[in-house]
């Protein structure tokens, strides 16, 4: 699928973990939709997220957030369609994580401070 050939982003993509993007409305530049993750140890996981986001030729935005037992998290992706391919980048913001305090402790609910709140890493979706 070349660039020129975008007639829509509606459908369902997937990610090399097997996560699933469903875009179910594109109108007007805008995006909409659900995401869920494939990941057991994502602050995502368990539950299908609503997104919003836009996109612009061949360039795409999207974001959901969660509020959840393990706090709360937001994600936003961005990434632009090659060859058929949504490579995108993505940062997620976690306010809190169920990690050990300390070596040898039990892991815990602890609030996170600004270094380790952030995440940054990139996905390739495919169309299914």
Known sequence: MSNDDIVSWTGTWRNQYGSTLAITDDA????????????????????EAELTGL???ACA???FGRSGPYGDSVASFSGLLRDGRLETVWHVVSDSAVKPPAP????ELIELPWA?????????????
């Open 28 to 47: 007007g530049g805008r995006l909409q939709g659900t995401f869920r993750t494939a990941l057991g140890d994502s602050a995502f996981a368990g539950e």
């Open 55 to 57: 996109h612009v030729g």
């Open 116 to 128: 380790h709140a952030v995440l940054t890493n990139a996905d390739t979706f495919t169309r299914v």
């Open 104 to 107: 040898g402790r039990a892991p």
């Open 61 to 63: 935005h999207f974001a």
